[in-house]
């Protein structure tokens, strides 16, 4: 007699819509087992008690008055990448280009520091590169929106590819001005003059940015929630077809939306170069641009919500690569704990959008 016809031992299903509060719990928890499972690795490498790790961890970020303010530098830059991508996630368009977006911006700030440092006023020349590193990030962004408008393009793919040829426009450029000749890097600009620094506020070099990020956030959020434009990314966002229906002109939007996004990324590398780093390289933006689609998306796209996502992430990788550093692991197996507690984070959203039901028996 043949047997029945068995289904698949297990399969995913679309889990109910879970309130806030369990989702957050579900977070929180992947978030305790990527730090018990960083602690095991190190152990396991190491030799050394999780208990020491879960201590450099904090200690990576608070263990100084320096270390506290490099993590609010790092959160706020994070924080600032993530509000450009949070507009363009509303309505569906796949902005992935940030980090090409950023290095633009880098390269708009450091050419005229370079080019124009002894021939403007100090105030002026501040001005002068802020807006030139806003509109150069809003036009790389918005080259593949008005494709994407105009012959439906991939944005995906357009504004990933963009990242590489921003970043080989930075390299180009810094052989074009690098000193010493053959160095390959252009060292501190204009450390004698100091032409296009940002001011520092008071004893601490990265309150500008971190002020800078607080009203971006009020900004946006206000933007997203309570504006015309708002409310039109999220129809944009839920229905093209319902948007143009209504009367809302899709192209125009995408454009908008992106100009916007670019603006806020040139902004964050204007701030990179001008208030804090004084220089340019092809890493500058440390890949701050890739984690910021990550932070954008935990958060719901909610202005809000990134400040605890970058917080989170900034802490946590910060913590990596100071247990790395203390236990005398090269750089690599802080990527190695960066992308165990990534994994996680990502791994959650999993469970708080599907579930596993496996196959019942027959009685």
């Known amino acids: 007699m043949n047997e029945k016809k068995r289904g698949p031992l297990a399969h995913i299903v679309k889990r109910p819509v879970i309130s806030k509060q369990q989702a957050y719990a579900v977070r929180a928890l992947s978030i305790v087992l990527a730090i018990i499972v960083c602690a095991i690795v190190t152990f396991l490498l190491t030799g050394d008690d999780p208990i020491s790790v879960f201590k450099t961890i904090w200690e990576g970020s608070f263990g100084s008055e320096r270390r506290f303010w490099v993590l609010m530098q790092n959160i706020s830059i994070l924080l600032i990448i993530s509000l450009a991508m949070g507009p363009a996630f509303r309505m569906r368009f796949w902005n992935i280009g940030g980090e090409g977006q950023v290095m633009i911006g880098v390269l708009a700030t450091a050419s005229c520091m370079i080019m124009l440092g002894d021939k403007l006023p100090a ?7 802020i807006g030139a590193a806003i509109v150069a990030g809003a036009i790389w962004a918005a080259i593949p929106a008005f494709f994407k408008s105009n012959w439906n393009t991939n944005e995906t793919l357009f504004t990933l590819m963009m990242n590489y040829v921003a970043t080989q426009l930075v390299a180009y450029f810094i052989i074009i001005w690098e000193s010493p000749r053959g160095s390959g890097k252009i060292g501190i600009i204009n450390q004698k003059t100091m032409a296009g620094w940002l001011p520092q506020i008071g004893q601490y070099k990265y309150l500008l940015t971190v002020i ?54 040139g902004l964050a590398g204007a701030l990179m170069v001008a208030g804090t780093d004084h220089t340019m390289t092809t890493t500058l933006a440390g890949g701050r641009g890739f984690t910021a689609v990550m932070v954008a998306w935990m958060a719901q796209f909610n202005p809000v919500g990134m400040i605890f996502t970058s917080f989170l992430l900034a802490f946590l990788q910060k913590g990596a690569g100071e247990v790395a550093t203390q236990f005398g692991l090269n750089q690599s197996f802080s990527d190695i704990l960066s992308s165990i507690i990534i994994f996680f984070l990502i791994g959650c959203e999993f469970f708080i959008q599907y579930r596993i039901v496996f196959r019942k028996e027959a009685k």
């Open 123 to 129: 105030p002026v020349l501040i001005i002068v590169e």
């Open 212 to 265: 800078v990020a607080i009203v971006l956030t009020v900004v946006l959020y206000i933007y997203m929630n309570y504006s015309k434009h708002g409310y039109e990314l999220a129809v944009v966002g839920e229905s093209e077809r319902t948007a143009r229906y209504i009367g809302i002109k899709v192209g125009r939007v995408f454009i908008r939306t992106m100009l916007l996004s670019g603006a806020i990324c």
